[in-house]
């Protein structure tokens, strides 16, 4: 199938700075790719949709000035948790969308705000 | 607003037991899939139903999309320790690209050896 990573897998930071988290599409391209937010032994929550080359479209709910989305190429996306606050601690996955609608998630990334 | 009804919600069984996991809306589904997610990972696609009374199955796992496309169930037969992780279903409203899905709350199985 086809693979999508995250970068970091972990990050601790501390509050109030900013974290940048990647999340690559190896072996295809991704037009649009999709970012969630998951709570310990929840399931995965919506944040936004991530467009190559135009604006975010973030959930209702989702602060787009906070939670920084940007797809800059056909094999990335980024989110920037800015101004970051321990409620902000997460674990936020990726997922790019293959053979519509069918998505393949990264491998996640645990934010840790102390 | 599209819910996925998932049950039950946590499941503990032992080796070599049959279970059943059911995924339940009032909405119609272009497309539901099943991922499965072990901790500290992200979900792994597991089958994707487009076609109303389609069944798939996946060596023991049989999965099957309800006839009005509303509701989906996975079967385990004779469960392994393996087979332990977080199960989602989610459902796609439209066939078309950049279409969110609709995730379930998620079923937790433990398989005891």
């Known amino acids: 199938g086809a693979v999508v990573s995250q970068h970091p897998s972990r990050v601790i930071c501390k509050s109030g700075t900013s974290v940048k988290i990647e999340c690559r599409s190896l072996d295809f391209q991704a037009t649009t790719m999709f970012w969630y937010r998951q709570f310990p032994k929840k399931s995965l929550m919506l944040m936004a949709t991530s467009n190559e080359g135009s604006k975010a479209t973030y959930e209702q709910g989702v602060e787009k000035d906070k939670f920084l989305i940007n797809h800059a190429s056909l094999t990335l996306s980024t989110l920037t948790v800015t101004s970051a606050h321990p409620e902000d601690s997460s674990f936020y996955i990726c997922?790019?969308?293959?053979?519509?609608?069918?998505?393949?998630f990264g491998p996640g990334t645990r934010l840790t705000v102390t | 607003t599209q819910l996925l009804e998932q049950s039950p919600q946590f499941l503990s069984i032992q080796e070599g037991e049959n279970l059943t996991v059911y995924c339940n809306s009032s909405s119609v589904f272009s497309s539901l899939q099943w991922y499965r997610q072990e901790p500290g990972e992200g979900p792994v696609l597991l089958v994707t139903?487009?076609?109303?009374?389609e069944v798939k199955k996946l060596k023991r796992l049989t999965f099957q999309f309800g006839d009005a496309r509303k509701d989906s169930s996975l079967h385990i037969t004779a469960a392994q320790p393996g087979d332990t992780g977080l199960y989602l279903c989610a459902g796609a409203i439209r066939l078309s690209g950049n279409t969110p899905l609709v995730f379930g709350k998620g079923t937790r199985l433990s398989v005891i050896a």
């Open positions: 997922s790019a969308e293959v053979l519509t609608p069918e998505q393949y």
């Open positions: 139903v487009v076609t109303g009374g």
